[in-house]
């Protein structure tokens, strides 16, 4: 791949990268409302059990059209299940109500889908912040079963070959959270990977102790060990020393690194007054956003110009990646 094609690629990965975000966040968030309506549909046609005559007093009858519900995670299509009754009966979904449209607590659907993980007392907070504390029928048998259902498609998802896959780019990030998770330093490394069509994807996910270098290391030989046989052309990460020192470690010299622009912003401004740190703001994004790298450096020299000499310890911070 020539270089204008990086630059493409490069660019269609800023555009879509916060639909992508958006997209897997949805994509959880369904399917853990579907598995927990199924859960919940299973119990209740336990609980009837059988008449006189051995017969289910309460049987499946396929399923609801699909409906919206607007959740912190964007607009969720669901189907609910539909219930027949021998004799008087009605089933409705006590998570789903027939007539929601709107989760009562939308404000609070994504950092508990984002913060909370697969445990038993955790998965009942993050469904009840998508349908309201009302919803009975989070028992914690369905709760249980649920959890279990996640944790076979997580590991699922760690065995899936990467023989065939030939990255591009990788953005690596350590993501750290305000609840614990077993220690104090206990952090989430993930890389996101773009493929040479320019397709996204969720490379590897798993826990590390802060961000180190040997945690960075067990991430990138688990992902040889699922059949990657090739590094990236260009890895993007923040400052943090530990995923940089793994790389080289790993690969040598043979993957381009680059700092990322969002991390780096934010160290440039630090250093700057807040009068004037809309502008350079704009000036920075100059640099990242242009078209072409000719542009792009006459951007960078328009920001030493006006900034250097006033703002010497900004300046180096940007001159330095």
């Given at each position: 791949?020539?270089?204008?094609?990086?630059?493409?690629?490069?660019?269609?990965?800023?555009?879509?990268?916060?639909?992508?975000?958006?997209?897997?966040?949805?994509?959880?968030?369904?399917?853990?409302?579907?598995?927990?309506?199924?859960?919940?549909?299973?119990?209740?046609?336990?609980?009837?059990?059988?008449?006189?005559?051995?017969?289910?007093?309460?049987?499946?009858?396929?399923?609801?059209?699909?409906?919206?519900?607007?959740?912190?995670?964007?607009?969720?299509?669901?189907?609910?299940?539909?219930?027949?009754?021998?004799?008087?009966?009605?089933?409705?979904?006590?998570?789903?109500?027939?007539?929601?449209?709107?989760?009562?607590?939308?404000?609070?659907?994504?950092?508990?889908?984002?913060l909370h993980g697969i445990s038993?007392?955790?998965?009942?907070?993050?469904?009840?912040?998508?349908?309201?504390?009302?919803?009975?029928?989070?028992?914690?048998?369905?709760?249980?079963?649920?959890?279990?259902?996640?944790?076979?498609?997580?590991?699922?998802?760690?065995?899936?070959?990467?023989?065939?896959?030939?990255?591009?780019?990788?953005?690596?990030?350590?993501?750290?959270?305000?609840?614990?998770?077993?220690?104090?330093?206990?952090?989430?490394?993930?890389?996101?990977?773009?493929?040479?069509?320019?397709?996204?994807?969720?490379?590897?996910?798993?826990?590390?102790y802060r961000e180190s270098k040997?945690?960075?290391?067990?991430?990138?030989?688990?992902?040889?060990?699922?059949?990657?046989?090739?590094?990236?052309?260009?890895?993007?990460?923040?400052?943090?020393?530990?995923?940089?020192?793994?790389?080289?470690?790993?690969?040598?010299?043979?993957?381009?690194?680059?700092?990322?622009?969002?991390?780096?912003?934010?160290?440039?401004?630090?250093?700057?007054?807040?009068?004037?740190?809309?502008?350079?703001?704009?000036?920075?994004?100059?640099?990242?956003?242009?078209?072409?790298?000719?542009?792009?450096?006459?951007?960078?020299?328009?920001?030493?110009?006006?900034?250097?000499?006033?703002?010497?310890?900004?300046?180096?911070?940007?001159?330095?990646?």
């Amino acid at each position: 791949m020539n270089n204008d094609g990086m630059i493409e690629l490069a660019e269609r990965a800023k555009d879509e990268g916060r639909s992508l975000l958006d997209g897997v966040i949805r994509q959880g968030a369904q399917k853990i409302l579907q598995a927990a309506l199924e859960l919940e549909i299973e119990e209740h046609l336990a609980a009837m059990g059988v008449g006189a005559d051995g017969r289910r007093l309460a049987v499946r009858n396929g399923r609801l059209p699909s409906r919206e519900i607007l959740t912190g995670a964007g607009a969720l299509a669901v189907e609910v299940p539909r219930v027949r009754h021998r004799g008087e009966g009605e089933w409705s979904s006590a998570i789903l109500p027939k007539y929601l449209r709107k989760a009562p607590s939308v404000e609070g659907l994504v950092p508990l889908l984002y913060l909370h993980g697969i445990s038993t007392g955790q998965m009942a907070e993050a469904l009840e912040a998508l349908v309201g504390a009302s919803a009975r029928g989070l028992s914690a048998t369905t709760v249980t079963r649920l959890t279990q259902c996640w944790e076979a498609e997580h590991r699922q998802w760690h065995q899936q070959s990467l023989a065939k896959k030939r990255y591009v780019y990788w953005w690596v990030d350590g993501i750290h959270f305000r609840v614990r998770l077993g220690g104090d330093n206990v952090c989430i490394l993930v890389i996101m990977g773009a493929l040479e069509d320019g397709t996204k994807e969720l490379v590897a996910v798993r826990d590390g102790y802060r961000e180190s270098k040997e945690s960075w290391l067990e991430v990138l030989r688990e992902m040889e060990s699922r059949g990657l046989s090739a590094p990236p052309k260009l890895a993007v990460g923040d400052g943090a020393l530990g995923f940089w020192g793994a790389l080289e470690e790993k690969y040598g010299e043979a993957v381009a690194t680059q700092r990322c622009w969002v991390h780096k912003t934010a160290n440039v401004l630090d250093k700057m007054p807040k009068s004037v740190q809309p502008r350079a703001k704009q000036m920075i994004h100059e640099m990242y956003l242009a078209p072409s790298r000719q542009k792009a450096v006459a951007a960078y020299e328009n920001f030493r110009g006006t900034f250097a000499a006033k703002y010497p310890a900004a300046w180096k911070c940007l001159e330095k990646d």
